[in-house]
């Protein structure tokens, strides 16, 4: 079982890794529009909106399995954390089931639909000129949703596992806040002064 969570999250950390260079493209496009807007007269380009926005829907769909994967979702943990590991693995699996796959399982389903529809009338952006394309884009509305789906699979299986030994799966390590690091080993950041 512990090879199928660390494929899992495997493949949500590489996804969100990946869809980590849109934060790149977006700054690029961002600091390419206002170049052209402000230093060369008012000269705006018309396909700059719509990159924006698409780099920035698929940053936040495919970023989605990734904070999932590394347990770095917001949630109001006042009481949650002063709870016994299995009291919060019990509490993390009914709410999976209850309530993330319901609503992951709509975002599959109709992102599907969503997605169909668009590929099929080659659906393009009304939103500028350009008339770019955006079908591409509502392709990853399923596929974030089919990530998140095996995630939770995932998550489920930590829950179980938690439940049995009272005790939590580590995760696979990526990036992690300072903060963390410090609270963990003081010693291994240094600090200049």
Request: proline fraction near 5%; charged fraction near 20%.
């Amino acid at each position: 079982m512990n090879k199928i969570v660390y494929a899992i999250e495997s493949l949500s950390i590489w996804v969100g890794r990946a869809f980590g260079w849109c934060i790149l493209i977006l700054t690029l496009a961002v600091t390419y529009e206002v170049f052209m807007r402000y230093g060369l007269n008012p000269k705006p380009t018309v396909w700059a909106f719509d990159m924006m926005i698409q780099m920035y829907g698929a940053l936040f769909l495919m970023a989605g399995p990734y904070a999932l994967a590394q347990d770095a979702h917001v949630r109001g943990d006042v009481l949650y954390r002063l709870f016994p590991v299995r009291m919060q693995a019990f509490i993390d699996f009914v709410l999976y089931l209850l309530f993330f796959f319901p609503g992951m399982l709509a975002l599959f389903w109709y992102g599907a639909e969503i997605a169909s529809d668009s590929w099929r009338y080659k659906e393009v952006s009304w939103n500028s000129p350009a008339r770019i394309q955006i079908y591409f884009f509502k392709t990853l509305i399923p596929l974030a949703g089919f990530l998140l789906i095996l995630q939770g699979f995932a998550e489920l299986i930590r829950c179980w596992k938690a439940l049995r030994t009272g005790v939590w799966m580590p995760r696979l390590d990526d990036v992690r806040e300072t903060e963390d690091a410090l609270i963990e080993d003081p010693a291994k950041i240094k600090v200049e002064q």
